[in-house]
């Protein structure tokens, strides 16, 4: 059998009741090279009696003790034969289109390695919400939201195997955000982007990490902390975390950090970062009502008295982007 361009990496942990759907979404794809791995992460429910009632030969299934998310992962990207790593996650939902386009996008663009997508966000009885995950999709503002934020939907992505090795994979700690970890090495030597199409239902659950994990901003201000780093090795650890934490609400009331390292953070990141990167990929036009909208957000945060000083100069980067793809209709 010739082996599949993509590899599925599908963990479940006691997720039976939403699982039936998140594999028939992944079966039911127009694209169909691709093989599925489903790892049972020592589950306690009947997920494993779900993925038995299926018979198609993409299907690899595989049970361990439970060993947490991030070496379900290592395990899993060991055992793909696919180029490309798709990831879904047992709760979600992928659109029947999601990897023909995200395998076009690929093709077209070979020095990108990894891809998300926009969702539709649903809650626990598949009802949409109203709202959505639609992040930036160009890779230079991508890169500049990563030293702070995660603005990937992990179940959304799909990124190349052994580009993705050499930065050192998936971490294999019991962590929450091995996938902001990971998107955020990536993005430190190579182009990212998003697909500017909904091609996901992403559920929001109640016992979801981001809910239910009281450590959840301390992880995500650590591999913030690592990110200002990267950009400014200068900058002490000490003041790279202070950076971090007053970014997520998190800092202490003095800022003890000099408006000239802040300078200095600011002037790497946009020399690291260049306009002309993107050069080879599709750039998605940014819709006018978008545009206002993110405009009038940015300029709410400068004037705002409660923006910190990093705030402020956070905001006037993302602004200079936002008009860097500004609809020719609109006159700054």
Same mark, same amino acid.
């Given at each position: ?14 997720g039976d009741k939403y699982l039936e759907a998140a594999i028939r979404s992944i079966l039911d794809q127009t694209y169909a090279h691709f093989e599925?791995?489903?790892?049972? /992460? $020592?589950?306690?429910?009947?997920? +494993? =009696? ?14 361990? =003790? ?15 034969? $696919? ?8 709760? /979600? ?5 999601? %990897?023909? &386009?995200?395998?076009? *996008? ?17 809650? +626990?009885?598949? #009802? ?16 500049? =939201? ?16 052994? =580009?993705?090795? #050499? ?6 700690? &019991? ?5 902001? /970890? ?66 997520? $609400?998190?800092?202490?009331?003095? *800022? ?8 200095? *953070?600011?002037?790497?990141?946009m020399q690291v970062i260049p306009v002309s990167e993107q050069k080879n990929v599709r750039r998605v036009k940014i819709d006018q009502k978008v ?23 956070? %905001? ?17």
């Amino acid at each position: 059998m010739k082996k599949p361009l993509v590899s599925v990496i599908l963990p479940v942990y006691n997720g039976d009741k939403y699982l039936e759907a998140a594999i028939r979404s992944i079966l039911d794809q127009t694209y169909a090279h691709f093989e599925l791995i489903i790892i049972n /992460d $020592g589950s306690c429910d009947s997920s +494993e =009696e779900v993925v038995k009632q299926f018979n198609d030969p993409r299907i690899r299934y595989t049970y361990q =003790e439970n060993q947490g998310l991030g070496k379900t992962l290592v395990y899993g990207v060991s055992l793909a034969q $696919g180029e490309l790593i798709a990831r879904q996650d047992a709760d /979600d939902i992928s659109l029947p289109l999601r %990897f023909e &386009r995200q395998v076009e *996008f690929f093709q077209n663009h070979p020095n990108v390695v990894l891809l998300g997508t926009w969702a539709d966000i649903i809650d +626990e009885d598949d #009802k949409h919400t109203g709202r959505t995950h639609e992040h930036p999709t160009d890779s230079q503002e991508l890169k500049f =939201e990563l030293v702070f934020n995660n603005p990937f939907v992990h179940s959304s992505v799909m990124f190349r195997k052994d =580009e993705t090795a #050499k930065v050192g994979g998936y971490a294999d700690e &019991r962590k929450a955000f091995e996938d902001y /970890d990971l998107w955020s090495r990536i993005s430190h030597h190579y182009p990212v982007a998003n697909l500017g199409e909904k091609l996901l239902l992403y559920r929001e659950v109640s016992s979801g990490i981001s809910k239910s994990n009281p450590n959840y901003d301390l992880w995500v201000i650590e591999v913030s902390r690592k990110n200002i780093h990267f950009y400014l090795q200068e900058l002490s650890e000490s003041s790279c975390h202070e950076l971090a934490s007053i970014f997520h $609400g998190k800092g202490s009331e003095e *800022f003890r950090i000099s408006d000239r390292e802040i300078e200095q *953070f600011v002037h790497r990141v946009m020399q690291v970062i260049p306009v002309s990167e993107q050069k080879n990929v599709r750039r998605v036009k940014i819709d006018q009502k978008v545009f206002a909208m993110k405009r009038k957000y940015y300029n709410a945060r400068l004037t705002a008295d409660n923006s910190s000083v990093l705030e402020k100069l956070v %905001f006037r980067i993302k602004r200079k982007l936002l008009f860097m793809f500004k609809p020719k209709s609109v006159i700054a």
